[in-house]
């Protein structure tokens, strides 16, 4: 299993929709967990931490499962202004002074 | 606040040129980090830092150079350019290091020729 793998969609949706990632990762021992927000030719911006079993923030929900070791980002009552690549971001296995980011699933909210 | 600021954002390079990318931020975070990013492809890292004087490889730090003389700049240095270096590189900074948020600057975009 890759260190982080997501899909790379894109996911179109219409506006007001509930859309859902995945996020595997391969390091069992990690802690925490983060979705970076990248817009197109910008820099990624922390869209949410991830530290148990999962947090919540708005209209954006992240999970955490273990057990099957992946993490989800849920985006409730979608907005144009969601559109976005969306980005999952593990520790580095062995190495607590990096993060691994993954390729990011490419969000699309049309009218 | 200006946060990570990246010079210069834009830059052609001929095959064989060197250039330095700057990095500076003013939140006197400890964590210093280089990045480069490839169309469709995920963030790599090149070099990072955990302090001023002290910097380590990342996964992909062939061709580059980094130093670390005080908190605020963390300089990258592209020796013999290649056109394999063509991409867009994206410098952050955090406080600590797992449980805190990197904070990005505003890449430069790199083209070789």
């Known amino acids: 299993r890759k260190e982080v793998e997501q899909d790379p969609g894109p996911f179109n949706v219409p506006e007001g929709a509930t859309v859902a990632f995945n996020c595997t990762y391969s390091?069992?021992?990690?802690?925490?967990f983060f979705w970076y927000r990248q817009d197109c030719r910008k820099e990624p911006k922390l869209l949410m931490s991830?530290?148990?079993s999962g947090n919540e923030d708005g209209r954006f929900t992240a999970q955490l499962n273990r057990a099957s070791q992946y993490i989800s980002l849920l985006i409730r009552d979608s907005k144009l202004s969601d559109s976005a690549t969306y980005l999952c971001?593990?520790?580095?296995?062995?190495?607590?002074?990096?993060?691994?980011f993954g390729t990011g699933t490419r969000l699309q909210v049309f009218p | 606040n200006a946060g990570v600021t990246q010079t210069p954002k834009f830059r052609i390079l001929k095959i064989g040129q060197s250039m330095t990318l700057q990095c500076t931020q003013d939140?006197?975070?400890?964590?210093m980090y280089w990045y480069r990013q490839d169309p469709g492809m995920g963030l790599k890292l090149i070099y990072y830092s955990v302090g001023a004087g002290i910097t380590d490889k990342g996964e992909v730090p062939n061709g580059y150079n980094v130093s670390r003389s005080t908190t605020e700049d963390f300089p990258l240095r592209l020796e013999l350019a290649a056109p394999s270096q063509t991409s867009v590189y994206f410098c952050a900074s955090s406080y600590g290091a797992l449980q805190e948020t990197q904070y990005f600057g505003p890449g430069t975009r790199l083209l070789v020729l």
């Open positions: 390091n069992s021992a990690s802690q925490s």
């Open positions: 971001v593990v520790p580095s296995p062995g190495n607590t002074d990096k993060l691994i």
């Open positions: 991830v530290y148990s």
């Open positions: 939140m006197n975070h400890n964590y």
